[in-house]
């Protein structure tokens, strides 16, 4: 899967569920966690929408900015577990 | 990530030391070693000696139960064996400092109990870890009941009364009056990071996530010297990675580690002492006759309580910079975030990441799964999580009072981040604005923060309902 086809769904999901804005564009290097634009609710929320959409499994212990903090890092992440 | 079933580094069969293999060893016994040199006096006899020890003790116990190499082979092999005596060894070295007085004194506070008790007590632990490797080791799924024994513990050296009943069964033991017990006589030196340590281990076993860690790698990073007093709480796998990364000394972080800890001192010795002659306590808090006074005292201990707890993690931050250990970081300007949740991101990191890792993220997915109402879930979540950080200071009503404060604090933060999500969009096109408001926030959350340490700073909850009466000209 191109990077591209992964980021897309995930800036959509940011934009609207999470920011309630879905105008809003999410950079690909756009700090989300570490800038507060993405709680700890809504960071296990994004979690399970990536294993849903993806097929893969985020650690509790990965949901911190440390292991991704941009669109950029999660697409990284998802793609080295597929 | 470590894999979990890599083995760790071989021993290459040669008596040759590189110097990250030295100082793999070096920081193993610099550990053990201080977890003895630290450990302060206690008016039960010869507990400066056994509290330590119980510690190793118990991080062996939980390294028996965690180890995949052990659950699958059944028997240690001889690099355990080696860690094992090294472990042991110092041990027993510092109860042998009891024939070469005064020379104990370096180590322990008083002079260590006699060679063969010391040796029953290794025996014990010996079968205690061989049991919770036979036992436990091969069920990950039952490291659960350890953790809870923990957590046990921890609550029975944090609850007061439990605490002098605890104080009182030692002093029999060691041939003390029961009727002098007190919960003072139990001063367990760095046991809530220690104990949240080994937690963290067992859940990340049960979890099938923890990689092969060595007894002595495992001795290192739960006791881990800088550490040991009051944290970082790192995370094993990311400890394990600097531990086993080449090391060759260097003067960048020689010197970085040292600028770390030079500023650190200045924080704790120079301004939070100088600041603790005027934070609010007990005595100053019925002192103060003004709200102007008062409004002293609480700024003052708000800036006490972060440049001592911030000085304390620069300077261990810095000397284990020194040897290669970036641990991470517990404060990023904590009294300069817009809100409370951002706050929260930046004020006692690890502690915070440790209770989102092993409480919130499972609660909140658990909840989530059961499709609660999503107010419901974030006050649960928020709050209870709130709870647990403040009776993990010590279980007393003000402490819980601290937490619940934060908690609501937290959920009304995140309802009104929810209202005005969809609706303030606008703003953004008015940087001024923008800014405006950040600074608004800034202030309101340093306030919030610091009539929070009302609670946290005194012993009684009437004491602080009394400093916000005088606060507020009540």
Redesign the interface.
Known sequence: MMDEAIAAPIAEYIAGAI???P??AIKPDEPL??S?LI???H???L??FVEDKFGVRI???E????TFDTLNQLVALIRSRQ | MLATETSPPAATGRWVLDQAQARSIGLCVLSVLAVYALQPAMPIRQMDFWLPTASLVLTVVVWAATSSALATHRRPDRATLTDAALIGGITLGIAALRFAEPLSMLITRTPPPAVLSVLAALAIAALLAVAAGCIIGPRPAWTTALVIALVALLFVLKYEPLTQAFAALLRVAQGQSAAQASALDVRWLGFSYICFRWIAALR?RA?G?LPAMSLREFVTYAVFAPALIAGPID?PERFLRDLRASFAFNWPDATEGVRRIAVGAFKKFVLADWLALLALNEVNAAQAQGAGWMWLLVYAYAWRIYLDFGGYTDMAIGVARIFGVRL?ENFHRPYL???L??FW?SWHMSLA?WF???Y???L??AL?MRAWA?PT??FV??VTTMLLIGVWHGVTLNFALWGLWHGVGLFLH?RW??FA??RL?AMQERPRLQVAISAAGVLLTFHFVALGWVWFALPDAALSLGVFRKLFGL
């Open positions: 920011l309630k804005n105008k809003r966690i570490s507060g709680d700890s609710f960071l296990v929320d979690g399970l650690d509790d212990s949901l911190n900015a440390d | 990340e979890l996530r995370r991470p975030k817009p809100n949740t951002q991101s990441q989102r890792t092993y919130f993220n499972p909140t997915r989530r999503v879930i974030i979540g928020q995140n981040a929810d999500k969809g969009t």
